[in-house]
């Protein structure tokens, strides 16, 4: 846990920071309409993007749903980074199975992403790294983890983000949970400062929703839903096997229809301070979902031409 450790002292503490680099400030987003269809057919005039409350110049426009892009700039900034985090803990157990046979059927569906991390987690946490070709292995490791033992749910996620703080492209998140922690070292309020610091967009597949009793849901619950809220994302909560395929059609209409939009912030201060992004559209009815901010690296240098 020297990971966590370092988290804790150098990120936490002080308030988290991610290296953002203020010349490209890139935010994924996902446009509906009333109907909850996806709406792709939108340019880079179709929106506004505030940073504090200031209008902000777009400068890179990119669209999931394009074949091709124009510049190399466009096809990075949507290549895939792909997380997987499966809850193997005592709580699962009833739901593992099911758990099991989400994550696997995600992986059928989903397109290969440039990078992919699979966490196991319950009282200890096990990272394995996977690139667009030796992806397949993964399934054979899904169907024969074993459940036990207490959650650290939100060390596991610090760990990943910790993995995917650099580098460009769209970071997702899916996790495989039923959203309670019995043993982390973080606390929530801790991995709230760290996802919001970060720009992973999160997508809770809850399970154990239904039954139990509301006072073992309702905390998990908003757990997941403001991890979710706060990132662009959203949570599922599958009853049954019957109930997946349309989850992933969801989180795939989603990552093929997402935009990227890029600007260069106008405050080049290095301040370490949270900074609000806000996405509009200009043609009515419809609704965006993106992450709420981010923070910039207060140790990071001002100048940064190129």
């Not at 426009?61 to 892009?69: H, T, W």
């Not at 139990?212 to 909560?237: I, K």
């Amino acid at each position: 846990m020297i990971l966590l450790a370092a988290l804790i002292a150098t990120g936490v503490a002080g308030g988290p920071v991610f290296p953002a680099n203020l010349e490209e400030v890139h935010v994924s987003l996902s446009v509906r309409d009333a109907k909850g269809k996806p709406v792709t057919a939108l340019s880079a005039r179709d929106f506004e993007v505030t940073e504090d409350g200031r209008p902000q110049i777009i400068q890179l426009f990119a669209r999931g749903i394009d074949e091709g892009q124009d510049t190399a700039a466009a096809r990075e900034a949507l290549a895939l980074d792909l997380g997987l985090l499966l809850d193997t803990s005592s709580s699962m157990l009833e739901e593992l199975k099911l758990s099991q046979e989400a994550a696997s059927r995600f992986l059928e569906a989903i397109p290969r992403a440039r990078e992919l991390y699979t966490i196991f987690f319950d009282e200890d946490i096990r990272v394995s790294r996977y690139d667009s070709e030796n992806q397949q292995g993964l399934f054979d490791r899904i169907h024969a983890a074993k459940g036990g033992g207490n959650t650290a749910l939100y060390d596991a996620i610090a760990v990943y983000l910790s993995r995917v703080q650099d580098g460009s492209g769209r970071k997702v998140l899916v996790l495989f949970t039923d959203g309670e922690d019995t043993q982390s070292a973080l606390a929530f309020s801790d991995v709230l400062k760290l996802v919001r610091s970060g720009r992973v967009t999160i997508y809770p597949i809850a399970f154990g929703m239904y039954g139990g009793g509301a006072s073992r849901t309702l905390r998990p619950r908003a757990v997941l839903e403001q991890l979710a809220s706060m990132t662009g994302g959203q949570v599922f909560t599958p009853r049954s096997s019957r109930d997946l395929a349309a989850i992933y059609d969801r989180i795939l209409e989603d990552l093929a229809a997402q935009f990227v939009i890029g600007y260069v912030s106008d405050n080049p201060a290095r301040d370490g301070r949270f900074r609000k992004i806000k996405v509009t559209v200009k043609v009515p009815g419809l609704t965006v979902r993106h992450r709420t901010g981010y923070t910039p690296h207060e140790d990071e240098v001002t100048d940064q031409t190129r």
